[in-house]
DNA sequence: TGGACGGTTCGACAACTATCGAACTATCAA
DNA sequence: TTGATAGTTCGATAGTTGTCGAACCGTCCA
């Protein structure tokens, strides 16, 4: 079971948080990990291809908003969830409320 | 005394107002805003050219975050307080938590 | 009437973004 | 070993973004 580097979240700018949290796509992800805390990129729902979602997870993990775990050929992704709440207090409270459209 | 178009809040993606604030000098906009209540633009303080700050406030204002309010020559600028907090609960308080870097 | 002042708009440009398919890597299973 | 599965990485492309200076538009005032 790996896991691999996160960036320092009290060093991480406020606008790039902001610009993770910038593309519907990557709305949808995070809305799904509030539900599940953890999940397989696989089990992301999406209409997008493969490589593009690995991008938009690559962009939210370098934001410092998911990490990743790895086990076997699965990755798994979940929030950042203490960090993040220490950055940014009531983002998840404020993401939770959040009502479409994304 | 003029007051042009704003769009409907209700109606904004979320994504478009995450967008809007994930630039430092869009930030830096809204934090003034947040002490100052109401601004003429060339009170913000910048390193930027004149036309690139106006198109920050452009950002800002289809974004739905801020409103303009025209008087002779001066252009007031201003946050929609109210509209925003009702689409984004919390949002404000975020921001004024908000610690650098931007 | 003619500047000066406060902002916006335009055109240009380099940098970046979202998206895709193809190629690749690593793991598991038969 | 071979093949299938889960993701990542690469290269390309079309579109977007931040930035600037120059030109422009209203408003005020001398």
Not at 1 to 8: A, I
Not at 64 to 86: A, M, N, P, T, Y
Not at 92 to 102: D, E, G, I
């Given at each position: ?8 979240l009290?060093?991480m700018p406020v606008s790039a948080i902001f610009y993770?949290l ?41 934001a ?23 950055r940014m207090?009531?983002l ?11």
């Open positions: 079971m790996k896991k691999d580097y996160s960036p320092n009290k060093k993770a910038s593309d519907p796509a990557r709305l949808e992800i995070i809305l799904t990990l509030l539900e599940e805390k953890e999940l397989s990129c696989g089990q992301c729902k999406t209409e997008l291809s493969k490589s593009t979602m690995s991008h938009h997870f690559k962009v939210l993990r370098e410092g908003l998911i990490q990743r775990r790895e086990e076997g050929k699965v990755h798994f992704i979940s929030l950042r969830v203490d960090e993040i709440e220490e207090p009531g998840f409270k404020l993401l939770k409320a959040m009502k479409k459209p994304l």
